[in-house]
Nanobody, 115 residues
Framework: QVQFVESGGGLVQPGGSLRLSCAAS????????MGWYRRAPGKQRELVGY???????NYADSVKGRFTLFRDNIKNMVYLQMNSLKPEDTAAYYC?????????WGQGTQVTVSS
């Protein structure tokens, strides 16, 4: 019954920005810590960052200072604002609880950073 649907990905030039959205349903969204994750082809999925129910955030060193997570508990949405994008940010991006639940992975949204 739990579902996370990601959107907002696309092709962007290095140095550009994108905002990803995650729509959550089927759970008491407001009480859970939510994370954004990414997986490049042939690589392990990694945690990008997470945000607690109260809005406290934590980020991977690779994105710190460039990415920002925020959430809207009324709309059951969590967002990832990505600035100063680099080619190494190219990946499929996913949202999930933190820690994640395997059965909750969605289709993700593709972000490609290239000139």
């Amino acid at each position: 019954q739990v579902q996370f649907v990601e959107s907002g990905g696309g092709l962007v030039q290095p140095g550009g920005s994108l905002r990803l959205s995650c729509a959550a349903s089927g759970l008491a969204f407001n009480i859970y810590t939510m994370g954004w994750y990414r997986r490049a082809p042939g690589k392990q999925r990694e945690l990008v960052g997470y945000i607690t129910s109260g809005g406290t955030t934590n980020y991977a060193d690779s994105v710190k200072g460039r990415f920002t997570l925020f959430r809207d508990n009324i709309k059951n949405m969590v967002y990832l604002q990505m600035n100063s994008l680099k080619p190494e940010d190219t990946a499929a991006y996913y949202c999930n609880k933190y820690p994640p639940r395997g059965e909750y992975w969605g289709q993700g949204t593709q972000v490609t950073v290239s000139s």
